[in-house]
Each structure stands twice: as C-alpha cells, then as structure tokens.
C-alpha cells in the first residue's frame, strides 16, 4: 500500500466502524470455530498493516506479528514493546515453519500477483492441526480507485476461494459479509467509477459520530448470525480452513 494508507489506518483503526466491526466478526469466528483445548494459541499475523487485529488476537494467545512495510513493522514494534505475548518480526525462516496454530491473513492475498503461491507458503508455517483465517474484499465488478491506490491484484468470489485453497487447505466456514450494507455500497462504488470520482480519503476517514455508530451496529450485527449460516452475498469474503493432512 501506498505511505499515505498506512498513516489513515494507523489514525482510525481502533474507532473507524469497518475496522471495529470487522476485528469483531473475526473474533467471533476465532472464538466459536477453533478448539483452544485449554492453552493459548500461537498465532501469526501476517501482513497485519496497522496492527488493528493484534490486541484482539492476543486474547487467544501468543502472537506473532509480520508486516513487510519496515516503516509501518517499527511503529508496531514500538506500540506493542510492553507485551510480553506480543512479537514483532522482521522476517519468518525455517524456524517458524510447522509452529502456527491459526495464522490470520486479513485482507492481504488480494495485494499478492500469486495468491496461490503465498497460501502454500503459508500452510508450510501451519502444524499439523493449524487453521487459517481469510479475509478479502469481493466482487471484481465492484475494482475500484480504491483497489488501485491499495494496490490489490483482484477481489474474489467463493469459487475463487475455493479454487486456491483446495490444493493446501480444507475449508470449514467460507461467507460473504459486509452483507446488509452490500447494496448502498455497491451502487456507490458503481456510481462512483462511472463518474471517475476517487473516493478513497473519504471512505477511509471515519464519518461523524452518529454515521459511524450506525454502520458499526449494522455490521458488526453479522457477528452474531455468521455462527449460524453463510451470507449469499456481500462487500467482503470470510474463509476458515484446516491445513491438509498429509498421509
């Protein structure tokens, strides 16, 4: 992402009511699909941008934080210093492979040319009993400005996910969310890119307090129903999947 995305994120991550609902679905579908067995996890956070799910994953267990951007991986070190669960990375190596009970990928595959080839990476990092949690945005006819300033290759469809997962991963939970906003949203986006209109500073700022607490409550209610059933459509996609087992 460009310099100027990193320092938005930083400044509305913990108030901004995508931010906040979408650290709350993912905490939820940790929470009530993974079998923590009594003990903390090891956890690893890749390409966790700003670092907005690291507090919330630490609740699990020990995490691991890897960021490539050097300027926004020194801020977390320095934010995160005091944590003792908490771990900044400058690098994974052979070390790490094998090691990771859940490893989350929020909104970060659609920024790689190879999707695939960073998701076999990524099972590599994984123990045998390891899960993976996937967030991306949906719908190429929905590419945008926006997608072009946040370098994204691509957005996705289920059939998209299910086709570079299944080779390393066996899925247990793949939704759509963002689904209740899905169509305003959409005709904006699409009203938008007819007209040429750049819109990113404005959709990444936090609106006033009212707005923001009104799009926060109305999504961050599919919390609650992601744990009972699947959304047919949506902004973005949520995938939960066991790494393969190797016979």
């Known amino acids: 992402m460009e310099p100027e995305v990193y320092l938005r994120h930083i400044e509305n991550e913990e108030t901004h009511w995508w931010f906040k609902a979408r650290r709350a679905i993912i905490y939820s579908?940790?929470?009530?699909?993974?079998?923590?067995?009594?003990?903390?996890?090891?956890?690893?956070?890749?390409?966790?941008?700003?670092?907005?799910?690291?507090?919330?994953?630490?609740?699990?267990?020990?995490?691991?934080?890897?960021?490539?951007?050097?300027?926004?991986?020194?801020?977390?070190?320095?934010?995160?210093?005091?944590?003792?669960?908490?771990?900044?990375?400058?690098?994974?190596?052979?070390?790490?492979?094998?090691?990771?009970?859940?490893?989350?990928?929020?909104?970060?595959?659609?920024?790689?040319?190879?999707?695939?080839?960073?998701?076999?990476?990524?099972?590599?990092?994984?123990?045998?009993?390891?899960?993976?949690?996937?967030?991306?945005?949906?719908?190429?006819?929905?590419?945008?400005?926006?997608?072009?300033?946040?370098?994204?290759?691509?957005?996705?469809?289920?059939?998209?996910?299910?086709?570079?997962?299944?080779k390393y991963f066996d899925i247990t939970k793949l939704s759509y969310y963002n689904f209740f906003l899905f169509i305003p949203i959409a005709i904006s986006i699409i009203c938008l890119k007819i007209f040429r209109v750049s819109f990113i500073d404005s959709v990444e700022k936090k609106p006033n307090i009212i707005l923001n607490s009104i799009l926060f409550q109305i999504f961050h209610s599919e919390k609650f129903l992601l744990n009972f059933l699947n959304f047919p459509f949506g902004i973005s996609l949520i995938a939960l999947a066991k790494k393969k087992k190797i016979y």
């Open 29 to 166: 579908i940790i929470k009530n699909n993974i079998n923590f067995e009594s003990k903390k996890i090891n956890i690893l956070d890749y390409g966790a941008g700003s670092g907005t799910n690291i507090s919330m994953l630490n609740r699990f267990g020990y995490v691991h934080v890897y960021e490539k951007d050097e300027k926004t991986s020194r801020f977390l070190k320095e934010k995160f210093k005091k944590y003792e669960n908490i771990k900044i990375i400058q690098k994974l190596n052979n070390n790490n492979k094998n090691f990771f009970d859940l490893i989350l990928v929020a909104d970060v595959i659609e920024h790689v040319e190879d999707d695939m080839a960073i998701l076999q990476y990524l099972s590599e990092l994984l123990n045998k009993n390891g899960q993976i949690l996937i967030t991306v945005p949906a719908y190429n006819f929905l590419f945008s400005s926006k997608d072009k300033v946040l370098l994204h290759y691509r957005r996705y469809t289920k059939k998209n996910i299910k086709k570079i997962t299944s």
